[in-house]
């Protein structure tokens, strides 16, 4: 059973960065393409970031210059590096994944900006 699980979240100041992974186990392919959202308190999931099996690479407006995805294909895992992190980042961000024919999603980890 594939199993996606991010990690590298936590409390840090505005200014800061944080490097969130996402570790795919369970599977013998590896992940073609994958993305980031986030969803803070009383909000909808969003788009943060996503790459594809190419490794071209999109991201929302309000994270461009900030955040960068990549991936490991031969660990299977995700990265988001985010730099310059403002209190408007706050939220769980979680990993979706392309293995095979299905997407997966992850359990989502926090990640607070704050003061």
């Known amino acids: 059973q594939v199993q996606l699980v991010e990690s590298g979240g936590g409390l840090v100041q505005p200014g800061g960065s944080l490097r969130l992974s996402c570790a795919a186990s369970g599977s013998s392919r590896s992940i073609s393409a994958a993305g980031w959202y986030r969803q803070a308190s009383g909000t909808q999931r969003e788009l943060v970031a996503r790459?594809?099996?190419?490794?071209?690479?999109n991201y929302a407006d309000s994270v461009k210059g900030r955040f960068t995805i990549s991936r490991d294909n031969a660990q299977n895992m995700v990265y988001l590096q985010m730099n310059s992190l403002k209190p408007e980042d706050t939220a769980v961000y979680y990993c979706?994944?392309?293995?095979?024919?299905?997407?997966?999603w992850g359990q989502g980890t926090q990640v607070t900006v704050s003061s």
């Open positions: 790459i594809s099996s190419t490794g071209i690479t």
């Open positions: 979706e994944a392309f293995i095979g024919l299905r997407n997966f």
